[in-house]
Protein backbone atom coordinates (compact mmCIF):
# COMPACT_ATOMS: atom_id res chain seq x y z
CA UNK A 1 0.00 0.00 0.00
CA UNK A 2 1.65 3.49 -0.64
CA UNK A 3 0.78 6.50 1.69
CA UNK A 4 0.08 10.07 0.83
CA UNK A 5 2.99 12.02 1.52
CA UNK A 6 1.08 13.95 4.11
CA UNK A 7 -2.15 13.54 6.59
CA UNK A 8 -4.19 16.80 5.53
CA UNK A 9 -5.30 16.82 9.26
CA UNK A 10 -2.63 16.23 11.41
CA UNK A 11 0.01 18.37 9.48
CA UNK A 12 3.46 17.37 10.10
CA UNK A 13 3.16 13.70 10.18
CA UNK A 14 2.87 11.30 7.67
CA UNK A 15 -0.04 8.56 7.10
CA UNK A 16 3.04 6.12 7.59
CA UNK A 17 3.94 7.35 11.00
CA UNK A 18 0.36 7.66 11.61
CA UNK A 19 -0.39 3.95 10.69
CA UNK A 20 3.03 3.03 13.17
CA UNK A 21 1.90 5.15 16.06
CA UNK A 22 -1.98 3.46 16.09
CA UNK A 23 0.27 -0.05 15.39
CA UNK A 24 2.48 0.70 18.38
CA UNK A 25 -0.61 1.62 20.50
CA UNK A 26 -2.61 -1.38 20.04
CA UNK A 27 0.21 -3.71 20.65
CA UNK A 28 0.44 -1.71 23.78
CA UNK A 29 -3.27 -2.09 24.93
CA UNK A 30 -4.08 -5.50 23.41
CA UNK A 31 -1.27 -7.16 23.40
CA UNK A 32 0.69 -9.05 20.72
CA UNK A 33 -0.52 -12.47 20.09
CA UNK A 34 -3.30 -13.83 16.97
CA UNK A 35 -5.58 -13.89 18.97
CA UNK A 36 -5.76 -10.05 20.27
CA UNK A 37 -6.53 -9.48 16.60
CA UNK A 38 -9.31 -11.79 16.12
CA UNK A 39 -10.96 -10.11 19.32
CA UNK A 40 -10.62 -6.59 18.12
CA UNK A 41 -11.55 -7.83 14.74
CA UNK A 42 -14.66 -9.29 16.01
CA UNK A 43 -15.71 -6.62 18.53
CA UNK A 44 -15.82 -3.59 16.11
CA UNK A 45 -16.96 -6.01 12.72
CA UNK A 46 -13.81 -5.67 11.24
CA UNK A 47 -11.81 -8.54 8.91
CA UNK A 48 -9.06 -10.06 10.94
CA UNK A 49 -6.45 -9.47 8.16
CA UNK A 50 -7.40 -5.63 8.37
CA UNK A 51 -6.64 -5.26 12.37
CA UNK A 52 -3.47 -6.66 11.28
CA UNK A 53 -2.40 -4.36 9.23
CA UNK A 54 -3.11 -2.19 11.73
CA UNK A 55 -0.70 -3.77 13.88
CA UNK A 56 2.10 -3.92 11.36
CA UNK A 57 1.40 -0.36 10.55
CA UNK A 58 1.09 -1.47 7.03
CA UNK A 59 -2.65 0.64 7.16
CA UNK A 60 -3.91 3.26 10.00
CA UNK A 61 -7.27 2.71 10.93
CA UNK A 62 -10.51 4.65 8.89
CA UNK A 63 -12.20 7.23 11.04
CA UNK A 64 -15.02 5.20 11.57
CA UNK A 65 -12.84 2.21 12.81
CA UNK A 66 -10.72 4.86 14.81
CA UNK A 67 -13.63 5.89 16.72
CA UNK A 68 -14.96 2.41 17.60
CA UNK A 69 -11.38 1.70 18.82
CA UNK A 70 -11.43 5.02 21.01
CA UNK A 71 -14.85 4.35 22.78
CA UNK A 72 -13.32 1.27 23.92
CA UNK A 73 -9.87 2.83 25.11
CA UNK A 74 -8.96 6.28 26.42
CA UNK A 75 -5.24 5.73 25.31
CA UNK A 76 -6.98 6.09 21.81
CA UNK A 77 -8.87 9.06 22.72
CA UNK A 78 -5.55 11.32 24.53
CA UNK A 79 -3.33 10.61 21.09
CA UNK A 80 -5.52 11.93 19.18
CA UNK A 81 -6.27 15.18 21.60
CA UNK A 82 -2.53 15.35 22.31
CA UNK A 83 -1.87 15.26 17.94
CA UNK A 84 -4.69 17.69 17.10
CA UNK A 85 -2.77 20.31 19.85
CA UNK A 86 -4.93 19.72 22.70
CA UNK A 87 -2.64 18.57 25.17
CA UNK A 88 -4.73 20.71 27.89
CA UNK A 89 -7.68 17.94 27.46
CA UNK A 90 -5.50 15.21 27.22
CA UNK A 91 -4.43 15.72 30.51
CA UNK A 92 -7.52 15.91 31.88
CA UNK A 93 -8.32 13.08 30.26
CA UNK A 94 -5.86 11.29 32.05
CA UNK A 95 -5.80 12.66 35.50
CA UNK A 96 -10.00 10.95 34.87
CA UNK A 97 -8.58 7.96 33.89
CA UNK A 98 -6.00 7.60 36.77
CA UNK A 99 -8.75 8.61 39.43
CA UNK A 100 -11.09 6.20 38.57
CA UNK A 101 -8.44 3.57 38.26
CA UNK A 102 -7.51 4.08 41.81
CA UNK A 103 -11.36 3.98 42.80
CA UNK A 104 -11.87 7.26 44.04
CA UNK A 105 -15.08 9.52 42.60
CA UNK A 106 -14.20 10.56 39.28
CA UNK A 107 -13.76 14.80 39.17
CA UNK A 108 -16.58 16.97 37.10
CA UNK A 109 -15.27 18.70 34.08
CA UNK A 110 -16.72 21.62 33.06
CA UNK A 111 -16.27 23.04 29.05
CA UNK A 112 -16.24 27.44 28.79
CA UNK A 113 -16.41 28.11 25.21
CA UNK A 114 -16.02 31.21 23.09
CA UNK A 115 -18.93 33.13 20.87
CA UNK A 116 -17.25 34.30 17.54
CA UNK A 117 -18.68 35.78 14.75
CA UNK A 118 -18.85 33.01 12.43
CA UNK A 119 -18.01 35.97 9.24
CA UNK A 120 -14.45 37.00 10.89
CA UNK A 121 -13.57 33.84 12.96
CA UNK A 122 -11.02 32.35 10.26
CA UNK A 123 -9.00 35.72 10.75
CA UNK A 124 -9.00 35.26 14.34
CA UNK A 125 -9.35 31.67 15.18
CA UNK A 126 -5.50 30.98 15.72
CA UNK A 127 -6.08 33.65 18.72
CA UNK A 128 -8.56 32.12 19.88
CA UNK A 129 -6.55 28.92 19.64
CA UNK A 130 -3.84 29.93 21.89
CA UNK A 131 -5.50 31.17 24.72
CA UNK A 132 -4.87 29.08 27.92
CA UNK A 133 -7.60 27.32 30.04
CA UNK A 134 -7.58 30.21 32.56
CA UNK A 135 -7.70 32.72 30.00
CA UNK A 136 -10.93 30.81 27.97
CA UNK A 137 -12.87 31.06 31.36
CA UNK A 138 -11.92 34.00 32.13
CA UNK A 139 -13.13 35.55 28.44
CA UNK A 140 -16.25 32.89 29.19
CA UNK A 141 -17.41 34.67 32.57
CA UNK A 142 -17.30 38.10 31.06
CA UNK A 143 -19.81 36.90 28.17
CA UNK A 144 -22.10 35.86 30.56
CA UNK A 145 -22.04 39.21 31.92
CA UNK A 146 -20.02 38.24 35.38
CA UNK A 147 -17.45 41.01 36.90
CA UNK A 148 -14.54 38.86 37.62
CA UNK A 149 -11.63 40.06 38.49
CA UNK A 150 -7.23 38.46 38.98
CA UNK A 151 -8.71 37.33 42.32
CA UNK A 152 -11.16 35.16 40.58
CA UNK A 153 -8.88 33.89 38.54
CA UNK A 154 -6.32 32.94 41.80
CA UNK A 155 -9.21 31.20 43.69
CA UNK A 156 -10.99 29.64 40.69
CA UNK A 157 -7.66 28.19 39.13
CA UNK A 158 -5.63 27.90 42.46
CA UNK A 159 -2.71 30.01 41.00
CA UNK A 160 -0.62 32.98 42.05
CA UNK A 161 -1.73 36.34 41.40
CA UNK A 162 1.12 37.78 39.04
CA UNK A 163 -0.16 34.77 36.75
CA UNK A 164 -3.53 35.72 37.03
CA UNK A 165 -2.49 39.21 36.05
CA UNK A 166 -0.48 38.25 33.18
CA UNK A 167 -3.36 35.83 31.95
CA UNK A 168 -5.76 38.62 31.97
CA UNK A 169 -3.15 41.07 30.52
CA UNK A 170 -3.10 39.06 27.57
CA UNK A 171 -5.85 39.01 26.69
CA UNK A 172 -6.28 42.99 26.96
CA UNK A 173 -3.36 42.90 25.12
CA UNK A 174 -4.83 40.35 22.13
CA UNK A 175 -8.09 43.22 22.42
CA UNK A 176 -10.55 40.88 23.66
CA UNK A 177 -10.92 42.75 26.77
CA UNK A 178 -10.46 45.94 28.04
CA UNK A 179 -11.09 47.60 31.63
CA UNK A 180 -13.90 50.31 31.94
CA UNK A 181 -14.34 52.85 35.10
CA UNK A 182 -12.82 53.47 37.87
CA UNK A 183 -9.62 51.95 39.23
CA UNK A 184 -12.13 50.88 41.98
CA UNK A 185 -15.37 50.04 40.52
CA UNK A 186 -13.92 49.64 36.84
CA UNK A 187 -14.91 45.96 35.47
CA UNK A 188 -13.98 44.13 32.21
CA UNK A 189 -16.04 43.69 28.78
CA UNK A 190 -15.75 42.12 25.58
CA UNK A 191 -13.61 44.45 23.37
CA UNK A 192 -13.61 43.23 19.77
CA UNK A 193 -16.16 43.91 17.82
CA UNK A 194 -15.50 40.44 15.98
CA UNK A 195 -16.63 38.55 19.08
CA UNK A 196 -20.47 38.22 20.03
CA UNK A 197 -21.12 39.63 23.19
Known sequence: MSFSKTDQVFTGLTQEEIAKLIAEMLRDQYGKSGSARKIIGRKIGVDPRTVK???EGNSAPNLAHFITLARRSPVFVEWFLRHSGHDDLAETLLARSRVAENGSSV???EFYSIKIDPINMEEHLEVIQNLNQRQVWFYFQIQQGHLVTAR??????QVGLATAKRDIAGLVNLGLVCYVGSK???FYVTACEHLKV
Open 53 to 55: NWY
Open 107 to 109: PSL
Open 152 to 157: DLVEVW
Open 184 to 186: RSG
